[in-house]
């Protein structure tokens, strides 16, 4: 008996929490246009995945700028080797034992030329009657200097790979911008969808009442026989109509829910996927507040992040001509070498080691000193002038493209803006439209309950009201939308939301 008093205090306990986990889930989610912009910048994919690309092109900068990080290579090698000897004059066998060990510093100018220090040290001990010192210790200092005069001399020819890259970071940064406004763009459209399909819904609702109370009216007419039997088929008929148009609008709404909750990458299943978003703002109506069309055009040409990622383009590719051309000229290099040397080592008349060998080498006593040019062109030089024909094609390519794509941008602009002063006659119209139709709805009812009208011109005002209705609210949304689309092609989005995107340059 205990057990079973125990088990149901289970069961309560457990439907109690599922009852209250219903309840939780069945609860709105109110969402204000400012709440959707901010999850979709947290937690959007495809603006996550973008954001890759610009730490991806930064790390490219660093590769390109370690080509004139110094090189340090040390060496050091152990050698053993026994010969036989056909001179009667030597011995028949020697062995040698070689101890080597080498240091250099290596590192590229910005001029394009390079230097190089190195130090090379060795120990030899051999067998041999022949060598007077023995072991042998030996130590060469060197600087060697080249740089070139003509072909691939100048800070900025050299240092092309480094601007390159940095521009292709910002290309990266106007490409992630682009993506940002695209992705808000399409989050603020899907949010006034779902705003016109709920204000929708109310209006079928509305009109699916008014064909109800049509409906019982015509009923009892028919019942005291002042109206046909035919009357009440057709306000049944027309009932039937109006609720598979709101079933249509409920499925409406589901999918615009669904699209929100997508863009701003809601799981289905959490606890905020499972309710129902209730959006809160609702559009606004200010005509005369948009920039006029010159000021748009002028904005639009400045801040277009992909107009301003291909003029970074251009930027490369003129880059790449100015390499191109200095490849055209010969190769005229100034090269220069000085170096210090020792030597000591173990005989009959004297002993020293490696550290003596050092000390002769910088008592600057043994040295050796080079100077000269090294001057080179192929002649014809076909590869070099094929190369910077093609490098000027694709700077008059990407030319025609930008200018094209300004083109693009002007039409786009002109046709944003002209869709706003559209809309808001459509509101216009639509408001005096709807206002007419209902006066309309009213005459024809008072016509009704004198006899002088039907069910069906009645059941058709109702009609022509929810369309009007309707009508009103889509031309309101179509304005904020319009007024969202001149925002995108203007890149004022960001600006329109007070979104501030940092970059690697500004930071």
């Known amino acids: 008996m205990k057990n079973t008093l125990l088990f149901l205090q289970f069961l309560i306990y457990f439907f109690s929490l599922l009852s209250n986990s219903v309840a939780g889930a069945s609860e709105p989610l109110p969402l204000t246009l400012k709440d959707t912009v901010e999850r979709v910048l947290k937690n959007n994919i495809s603006i996550s995945v973008q954001g890759y690309n610009s730490q991806i092109s930064e790390q490219s900068i660093f590769e390109k700028e370690a080509d004139f990080d110094p090189t340090v290579d040390f060496e050091f090698t152990v050698k053993e080797e026994t010969r036989q000897r056909a001179s009667t004059l030597a011995d028949a066998k020697t062995r040698n034992q070689d101890y080597d060990w080498d240091f250099s510093v290596t590192q590229k100018f910005i001029t394009g030329g390079d230097f190089e220090l190195s130090v090379d040290s060795n120990r030899n001990q051999t067998s041999s009657s022949f060598?007077?010192?023995?072991?042998?210790?030996?130590?060469?200092?060197?600087?060697?200097?080249?740089?070139?005069?003509?072909?691939?001399?100048?800070?900025?020819?050299n240092k092309r790979e480094i601007y390159i890259a940095k521009n292709d970071q910002k290309i990266s940064d106007h490409q992630f911008t682009e993506k940002v406004i695209n992705t808000l763009t399409d989050a603020e459209n899907i949010y006034w969808d779902l705003v016109f399909s709920i204000e929708d819904l109310k209006v079928k609702e509305t009109s699916l009442q008014r064909a109800r109370d049509l409906e019982k009216r015509v009923k009892a007419q028919v019942e005291v026989g002042t109206l046909a039997e035919l009357e009440i088929l057709q306000a049944k008929s027309e009932v039937a109509s109006r609720d598979e148009q709101l079933l249509n609008a409920q499925n409406l709404i589901e999918d615009n829910e669904d699209s929100l909750k997508n863009i701003i990458n809601m799981s289905f299943d959490s606890e905020d996927g499972l309710k129902n978003i209730t959006p809160v703002d609702s559009p606004s109506f200010e005509p005369g507040k948009e920039n006029s069309l010159d000021e748009a055009l002028k904005t639009a040409l400045t801040q277009r992040p992909d107009l301003l990622a291909k003029k970074k383009e251009l930027e490369n590719r003129n880059i790449e001509t100015k390499y191109n051309e200095n490849q055209m000229l010969p190769t005229l290099d100034l090269v220069g070498s000085l170096g210090i040397n020792g030597l000591s080592g173990d005989s009959t008349t004297k002993s020293g080691a490696y550290d003596k060998a050092l000390s002769e080498a910088f008592s600057t006593e043994f040295r050796l000193w080079q100077f000269g040019i090294n001057l080179s062109y192929p002649i014809g030089n076909r590869a070099a002038k094929s190369r910077l024909a093609a490098k000027r094609l694709e700077v008059a390519q990407l030319l025609l493209d930008i200018k094209d794509l300004e083109k693009k941008i002007v039409v786009e602009v002109r046709e944003a803006h002209r869709q706003i002063e559209t809309d808001i006659k459509r509101v216009h119209s639509t408001r005096v439209a709807r206002k007419l139709a209902e006066e309309k709805l009213n005459a024809e009812e008072k016509k009704f309950e004198v006899g002088l009208s039907t069910s069906f011109n009645v059941l058709e005002f109702q009609e022509d009201l929810a369309a009007e209705q309707s009508n009103e609210i889509k031309a309101l949304i179509d304005y904020n939308k319009s007024r969202n689309r001149l925002n995108q092609v203007i890149s004022r989005t960001l600006e329109a939301h007070d979104i501030k995107l940092i970059s690697k340059e500004n930071s």
């Open 131 to 157: 060598t007077s010192l023995n072991p042998l210790y030996s130590s060469d200092l060197a600087l060697t200097v080249t740089q070139p005069l003509l072909k691939d001399f100048g800070i900025d020819l």
